[in-house]
Nanobody, 128 residues
Framework: LQLQASGGGLVQAGGSLRLSCQASGFAFDRHAIGWFRQAPGKRREGLLCVTSSGVSSYYADSVKGRFSISKNNTGNTVQLQMNSLKPEDTATYYC??????????????????????WGQGTLVTVSS
């Protein structure tokens, strides 16, 4: 059972990055997937979420219009496309999965602290 996040790196402000979350060992199509981040000295925050079907997505205000999420249930992957990056986006980014066929977990993504599975983080650094 694994969630593997990748794609982090160093990028200049205004640039873009695409993070990937590859899942294995569980019923991916029955899980909502969320992306979280944690900056040094700050609490972890939920940013985006896509429902198990991949049809609906939810965004924190801080990333709305800049970040997008997409889910591929055939390939067991979730992509996080990050555009117009800012230095304050610097953080370790985590994907997480929750067994949920509805929208409830995603609707509360900005306040979520619990998930069934967590991936290891990938570091994103945005230079000014």
């Amino acid at each position: 059972l694994q969630l593997q996040a990748s794609g982090g790196g160093l990028v200049q402000a205004g640039g873009s990055l695409r993070l990937s979350c590859q899942a294995s060992g569980f019923a991916f199509d029955r899980h909502a997937i969320g992306w979280f981040r944690q900056a040094p000295g700050k609490r972890r925050e939920g940013l985006l979420c896509v429902t198990s079907s991949g049809v609906s997505s939810y965004y924190a205000d801080s990333v709305k219009g800049r970040f997008s999420i997409s889910k591929n249930n055939t390939g067991n992957t979730v992509q996080l496309q990050m555009n117009s990056l800012k230095p304050e986006d610097t953080a370790t980014y985590y994907c997480a999965a929750d067994l949920n066929l509805g929208r409830e977990w995603c609707q509360k993504i900005t306040r979520q602290t619990m998930a069934h599975y967590w991936g290891q983080g990938t570091l994103v650094t945005v230079s000014s």
